[in-house]
């Protein structure tokens, strides 16, 4: 074998191994590189209880409760399934019922959401592309969200 064939073999067989290294880190980080799951999601995937997610939809109409010492309880919907989300803490100034919300937090064992962090949408004619994209999946996306951007 001359130098240029084991060149050549030593080159190819590090740029597989480096291939099927990325692979298996993309494939490990799969779930992990999705912006946020929706209720439906939590659900179909049966995440389990103490699992840091993202879960993000609408917080459903008549669910939101604030209680004292800055905590907050709603529900996060994507108009099949919904979440209760137990929050303490200031909630954005655009925070309310039927706005496009993404939670942070852990997933407690009762199926219930204790969130650390919480963003609303900024304005009026803004909503995140994969919360607009979950409603078109789900069948409750609005023709006025349309017109909205």
Do not use: C
Not at 87 to 110: N, T, W
């Amino acid at each position: 074998m001359t130098r240029k064939q084991r060149r050549l073999i030593l080159i190819g067989s590090g740029l597989g191994v480096l291939a099927i290294s990325a692979l298996l880190v993309l494939n490990a980080l799969r779930d992990s590189i999705v912006f946020f799951n929706s209720p439906t999601d939590v659900i179909e995937k049966k995440i389990a209880a103490g699992t840091r997610i993202r879960l993000g939809g609408l917080v459903k109409p008549g669910t939101l409760v604030r209680g004292e010492e800055l905590n907050v309880r709603f529900e996060v919907t994507d108009g099949k399934s919904a979440i209760p989300v137990a929050y303490k803490g200031i909630l954005p100034d655009l925070f309310r019922e039927g706005q496009g919300v993404i939670a942070e937090g852990l997933l407690e064992p009762a199926g219930s959401f204790k969130a650390e962090t919480v963003l609303a949408k900024h304005d009026e004619t803004y909503m995140p592309k994969e919360v607009a994209d979950a409603l078109k999946k789900q069948g409750h996306w609005k023709e006025e969200y349309e017109k909205k951007k």
